[in-house]
C-alpha cells in the first residue's frame, strides 16, 4: 500500500513538472516584469502547484512509514514519469540513451528496495 502511495506521489510531481514546462510557453517575457509575473498566473501553473501540494502531503505520508533511505531512490522513478509524458505530450525524442539511462535509475530502484 505505501508503495503505490509513494508511486502516486512520484506521479504526480511528474504531471507538475509537465504542466509547468506547458504553462512556461505561455509566460511573456520582454514586455515588462509585472507582466511577465502576471502571466505565470495560468491555469496549468496553479494546476502544476496544486499537484506539487498534493504530492508533498503524500510523501510525509510515505516518509512516517518507510525509511528514508528506502523511499527517497522512489524520487528517481520520477525521471521514467516525465520522460514519457514528455514523449506523449511535448512530442519529446525518445533515444537510446534515455532508455538505458532509466533502466539504471529503474534497476537501482529495485535492487535497494529488495529484501
Do not use: D, H
Amino acid at each position: 500500500m505505501i508503495y503505490i502511495v509513494a508511486l502516486i506521489s512520484v506521479a504526480l510531481g511528474s504531471i507538475g513538472q509537465l504542466l509547468l514546462k506547458m504553462g512556461s510557453a505561455e509566460v511573456k517575457t520582454g514586455e515588462g516584469i509585472w507582466t511577465t509575473v502576471l502571466s505565470l498566473i495560468s491555469l496549468k501553473v496553479i494546476v502544476a502547484i496544486c499537484c506539487f501540494v498534493v504530492s508533498m502531503f503524500l510523501w510525509i505520508f510515505v516518509l512516517r512509514k518507510m525509511e528514508l533511505s528506502l523511499a527517497y531512490p522512489m524520487v528517481s522513478l520520477g525521471y521514467i514519469f516525465v520522460m514519457l509524458l514528455s514523449f506523449y505530450f511535448l512530442q519529446e525524442q525518445l533515444s537510446v540513451t534515455k532508455f538505458l539511462g532509466t533502466g539504471l535509475i529503474v534497476a537501482g530502484v529495485v535492487v535497494l528496495n529488495v529484501k
